[in-house]
């Protein structure tokens, strides 16, 4: 599968999940900012994609959970240097950039963009 | 009025499958203000099941089956109506027959498919048929994202879950 093709079942996901256009899906579109994923969204994309591509996905693998919750890793709503090293090491598909630049908590939902599930797949798969 | 929108389990396939039905009858207050008559538009009255009560009845039937597979100990929430169509009415005398399936399940949460069929007694040869579906996504409450705690006790599953199950005949745990 090249990179393309999970990158338009990815949007099939997507548009199906969210209820959003499939022109609206781009690459750099946040999940939850710009196409109005919710929580349980995030469940339920979880559960397409591993439908879509046939593969299982552990629970955290896909996007931190316990992160806000868990005061080595976020204080005073300010994500910690150990946190982000320990999010970037469990998460290499995501681009923490962004947070890095500005590491509120409020900022974390941000990140999630279509691009992060290209990536995630692609590792998942193997594809380059 | 107790919150109970299906009458009976007919069918429980642990982990997989649930049947569920629910006679609609004219004794049911709100049928008569859906659709009460208007007189001032000419129309007259029209009793049909709310369609957002059928997909609450589809949530309890699925929410059953998804609560049963880990012995009603998570708080099953409903958390997303993924799809729902419905192709015709539901009127008084005929019975809904609601069939939800797990489509997927893991530790945070469940995703169902539901097919929902309608019986006519008038024409009960022409048996059950196919009047929608209704696909829902269900939160184990302890388990959400962000981790915020709720009462140790199911207040999800009530005494009025546990006597349907009784009454279909089927174990409740304590």
Not at chain 1, 9 to 32: F, G
């Amino acid at each position: 599968m090249t990179r393309d093709e999970i990158a338009a079942k990815v949007r099939n996901v997507l548009v199906d999940a969210l209820a959003v256009d499939e022109e609206e899906v781009t690459p750099t579109a946040s999940l939850r900012n710009d196409l109005g994923a919710e929580s349980i969204d995030f469940l339920d994309i979880v559960f397409k994609l591993e439908q879509a591509f046939g593969f299982k996905v552990a629970q955290g693998e896909l996007f931190p959970e316990g992160v806000q919750s868990d005061p080595k890793y976020v204080q005073n709503g300010v994500v910690t240097p150990e946190g982000l090293a320990s999010l970037k090491a469990r998460l290499p598909h995501i681009d923490f950039s962004a947070l890095e630049q500005d590491p509120q908590i409020t900022k974390v939902a941000g990140i999630f963009t279509v691009d992060t599930l290209v990536r995630f797949v692609a590792n998942k798969l193997g594809v380059k | 009025m107790r919150w109970m929108w299906i009458d009976r389990v007919i069918e429980l396939v642990p982990r997989q499958k649930m049947v569920a039905v629910k006679n609609v009858s004219l004794a049911e207050e709100h049928l008569h203000d859906h659709f009460a008559a208007d007189t001032q538009r000419g129309l007259i009255a029209l009793p049909v099941m709310p369609a957002s009560l059928i997909l609450e009845g589809m949530a309890q039937t699925a929410g059953i089956l998804v609560g049963h597979a880990e012995g009603f100990r998570e708080k099953v929430i409903l958390a997303k109506i993924s799809r729902a169509e419905l192709t015709a009415d539901a009127a008084p005398g005929t019975t809904l027959r609601y069939t939800a399936e797990i489509e997927r399940m893991d530790a945070v949460g469940a995703s169902t498919r539901g097919a929902i069929d309608l019986l006519d007694h008038a024409r009960p040869d022409a048996g059950f048929r196919p009047i929608g579906t209704i696909d829902l996504m269900f939160s184990h409450l302890d388990q959400n994202m962000a981790g915020a705690q709720f009462p140790e006790h199911n207040f999800v599953f009530g005494e009025g879950f546990k006597t349907l199950l009784r009454t279909s005949g089927i174990a409740v745990p304590d």
